[in-house]
């Protein structure tokens, strides 16, 4: 099963459009990953059944027992996030401010204070409208440690194509170049960059393609809204041709993006010619991952 990743180094431009697209094209023959677990929404797209959902859980949170708490305070004292507070009803932990460093426990005098695992998410598996599985989920506020969702994401849907004998793992990954991004990249073969033609596009670009780069990947690049700036188009035209990047293609602005998804339908569905380019790229993308 060969594993492509879709990145963008920054957000909004169109990476989860071009991956959900390419869910379409692809259809029954590969199993998709949501792993932009901090802002999912290619559900939106795909229309998901959310049939399996499993609690995730990292890290650690702090809970203070009232029954055995003396109210010395001492936990308040140390506690550098300032997560405690004191109300009518003693001493309290905020969910959202601790950061489950074990220090007011270790310096409460009744031992009142227990570290409980923290659940930070939500996974889910689902049917999906173009015949095959996704498994997506969802961050909880203020958690953290989402490059390891995005590992339990990516376990999850890679168990799912060997067991159904899919011949893709459609990932699509988060913007940035954080660990979620690395959690994305690890064992992948090949990496689908998706950018626009702005200075921040360009930058957010150069900086992925840094962190690709060390997992000597092959690359391809789509640049979408390509005739909004054709000078900044011509900069990443030189960039990729100085990096050995693929252009996989450049897409022009299309309205028909945006009615595509008021219906709840990807681009590749509707009567605009971006649909063929998206097709031709993906065509150059099998080309790749087929040699040896």
Same mark, same amino acid.
């Given at each position: ?117 923290? #659940? !930070?998410?939500? %996974? ?5 409208? @173009? $015949?095959?599985?996704? =498994?997506? /989920?969802?961050? +909880? ?24 004998? #899919? !011949?893709?793992? %459609? ?5 940035? @170049? $954080?660990?979620?991004? =690395?959690? /994305?990249?690890? +064992? ?105």
């Amino acid at each position: 099963m060969t594993e492509i990743v879709v990145l963008s180094g920054k957000g909004g431009t169109g990476k989860t459009s071009v991956t959900a697209a390419l869910s379409v094209l692809i259809g029954k023959e590969a199993v998709i990953a949501d792993c932009d677990v901090d802002a999912a929404n290619m559900h939106l797209l795909l229309e998901p059944d959310f049939s399996e959902s499993y609690d995730f859980y990292s890290g650690e949170i702090a809970r203070i027992n009232s029954e055995l708490c003396s109210q010395c305070g001492r936990c308040q004292q140390v506690c550098r996030f300032g997560a405690i507070d004191f109300n009518e009803d003693g001493y309290k932990v905020s969910e959202l401010d601790c950061e489950g460093c074990d220090y007011c426990r270790k310096v409460c005098p009744e031992q009142a204070i227990e570290m409980l695992p923290r #659940k !930070s998410g939500i %996974l889910y598996k689902s049917n999906i409208r @173009t $015949g095959t599985k996704m =498994v997506h /989920a969802t961050m +909880g506020i203020g958690a953290d440690n989402s490059g390891k969702l995005v590992a339990r994401v990516k376990a999850e849907a890679k168990e799912i194509g060997q067991k159904e004998n #899919k !011949s893709i793992m %459609l990932v699509d990954g988060s913007p940035g @170049t $954080g660990c979620p991004v =690395v959690s /994305a990249l690890a +064992g992948a073969n090949y990496a689908l960059l998706v950018t626009e033609p702005t200075m921040s596009g360009l930058h957010d670009l150069k900086r992925v393609v840094k962190v690709i780069q060390r997992t000597r990947m092959k690359m391809g690049c789509i640049i979408n809204k390509s005739d909004l700036n054709p000078s900044m188009t011509d900069e990443i035209h030189q960039f990729l041709g100085e990096e050995n990047i693929t252009l996989l293609a450049d897409l022009h602005f299309d309205t028909e993006f945006n009615k595509a998804m008021i219906l709840k339908k990807t681009i590749v569905e509707t009567d605009s010619p971006i649909k063929l380019q998206i097709e031709e790229a993906w065509g150059k993308i099998v080309e790749t991952i087929s040699k040896k």
